[in-house]
């Protein structure tokens, strides 16, 4: 079964401190994805990265950055944390290809900023 | 940009009923998918159903089948003998195809689905 997981479940942080979400698959995938998830918005793409040391913005990049030195790990970088990135972060991998290709998420990470 | 539209924010069904989930997307391109995504309370998303959009027969994965009208943008979920399992957040998702899968996924609001015993 693929398998991807983020290092945390919940996470308290304080406003102004740098975080780091990390994520792990275990498929070899080439692609790699970072969403915020909330209330009443859905799923909204911050960064997704198609090999190593590539990245995209997705659709909210502002306040994040990501690294990914290795295939199998992706992290997501909160610089200077601020209330508003209180929320759900889901990780996601999917391998190459066009055709159909699913994509396989992580159980998510609450982090909450105080 | 491509967006995906579930006006329903939230539905109730008894068991063992059918319900249709709807969704509505907006592109301008002709070759994409579309999927279903169920997140249950354990937070962990699940496919439940895929449609190429060069495919014109509607996907069925068992209980779950999908009406796709390409001209009309609408790709619902219809979920036949609904069971308490079944209670979850379900997401419509768009993507465009591209050679490398890359793309990510563009999703819907939900739909918070209770199925009552």
């Known amino acids: 079964d693929v398998k991807v997981t983020q290092s945390s479940r919940y996470l308290v942080k304080r406003t102004g401190e740098k975080v780091f979400l990390e994520c792990v698959q275990d498929?070899?995938?080439?692609?790699m994805f970072w969403y915020r998830q909330d209330p009443g918005l859905g799923l909204r793409l911050i960064y997704f990265s198609y090999d190593v040391k590539m990245k995209e913005k997705g659709d909210i990049p502002e306040g994040y950055s990501v690294s990914r030195e290795k295939k199998e790990r992706f992290s997501l970088i909160l610089e200077s944390a601020s209330t508003n990135q209180t929320s759900m972060y889901l990780c996601?991998?999917?391998?190459?290809?066009?055709?159909?290709?699913?994509?396989?998420f992580g159980q998510g990470t609450r982090l909450t900023v105080v | 940009a491509q967006t995906v539209t579930q006006s329903q924010p939230e539905m109730s069904v008894q068991e063992a009923e059918t319900v249709t989930l709807s969704c509505t997307y907006d592109?301008?391109?002709?070759?994409?998918?579309l999927f279903w995504y169920k997140q249950p309370p354990s937070r962990q998303m699940i496919l439940v159903i895929r449609q190429e959009a060069y495919k014109q027969q509607n996907a069925t994965e068992n209980r779950f089948s999908v009406n796709f009208q390409k001209a009309a943008k609408s790709f619902s979920l219809k979920i036949s003998d609904s069971q308490l399992g079944d209670t979850a957040m379900y997401f419509c998702a768009f993507r465009l195809y591209s050679g490398g899968g890359a793309d990510g996924l563009t999703f819907g609001k939900g739909t918070h689905l209770i199925i009552q015993p």
């Open positions: 498929m070899d995938h080439e692609n």
């Open positions: 592109t301008s391109e002709n070759n994409y998918y």
């Open positions: 996601a991998s999917s391998p190459q290809g066009g055709w159909n290709t699913e994509a396989f």
